[in-house]
Nanobody
Framework: QVQLVESGGGLVQSGGSLRLSCAAT????????MAWYRRAPGKRRERVAH???????QLADSVKGRFTISRDNANNMVYLQMSSLLPEDTAIYYC??????????????WGQGTQVAVSA
């Protein structure tokens, strides 16, 4: 059974940094697109960063220059390095990936989320 497990969230002061990690586990044959989303209190979920299997990245305008997404294909990991954090970055952050388990069709998976809180 495929799972995405996030870690690395926490409480940090404005201007600080955090690194989120997401591990994909299970009988994984392949992973293509991976991404990080977030949902802030009272707001809709938004995509923060995306990375293709080839390593091409896209970042939301609100985090460009502050966040970096990367992946480790050998270990089925994706990371989100967050710097110069702002109170408006406070949200639950979710890992998302398209994964093929064994010979089954591709399925889109979500992690359980990790809380990031940035104090002013």
């Amino acid at each position: 059974q495929v799972q995405l497990v996030e870690s690395g969230g926490g409480l940090v002061q404005s201007g600080g940094s955090l690194r989120l990690s997401c591990a994909a586990t299970g009988n994984i044959l392949a992973i293509n697109d991976m991404a990080w989303y977030r949902r802030a209190p009272g707001k809709r979920r938004e995509r923060v960063a995306h990375i293709s299997s080839a390593g091409q990245t896209q970042l939301a305008d609100s985090v460009k220059g502050r966040f970096t997404i990367s992946r480790d294909n050998a270990n089925n990991m994706v990371y989100l390095q967050m710097s110069s954090l702002l109170p408006e970055d406070t949200a639950i952050y979710y890992c998302n990936a398209n994964i093929r388990e064994g010979l089954n069709p591709w399925v889109n998976y979500w992690g359980q989320g990790t809380q990031v809180a940035v104090s002013a």
